[in-house]
Nanobody
Framework: QVQLVESGGGLVQPGGSLRLSCAAS????????MTWYRQAPGKERELVAY????????NYADSVKGRFTISRDNAKNTVYLQMNSLKPEDTAVYYC?????????WGQGTQVTVSS
């Protein structure tokens, strides 16, 4: 079965950096676009970034452009989100997502808290 396991979240000061990882299993990872979403308390889940199957195409929410970088390692079945210049408004639970064969799959999420 499809499994997505996020890691790398934590507490960081404003201006700091974190790298999130999402380890995937149960499907042919290299064939699918992977997406990071986030959900802040009291807000709807929002798309943060996505990366195409071969990694040639990426796209970002305006709020994170220039600060976050999505990447993938198809040999390790892992997608990453490098987050730099973090702001308090980046505080959220971050989720990994894949859509395949008409279904959508989510990881359990990893908490990112940006606070001094």
């Amino acid at each position: 079965q499809v499994q997505l396991v996020e890691s790398g979240g934590g507490l960081v000061q404003p201006g700091g950096s974190l790298r999130l990882s999402c380890a995937a299993s149960g499907f042919t990872f290299s064939l699918y676009t992977m997406t990071w979403y986030r959900q802040a308390p009291g807000k709807e889940r929002e798309l943060v970034a996505y990366i195409s199957s071969a990694g040639r195409t990426t796209n970002y929410a305006d709020s994170v452009k220039g600060r976050f970088t999505i990447s993938r390692d198809n040999a390790k079945n892992t997608v990453y989100l490098q987050m730099n210049s973090l702001k308090p408004e980046d505080t959220a639970v971050y989720y990994c997502n894949v859509r395949r064969t008409g279904s959508e799959y989510w990881g359990q999420g990893t908490q990112v808290t940006v606070s001094s």
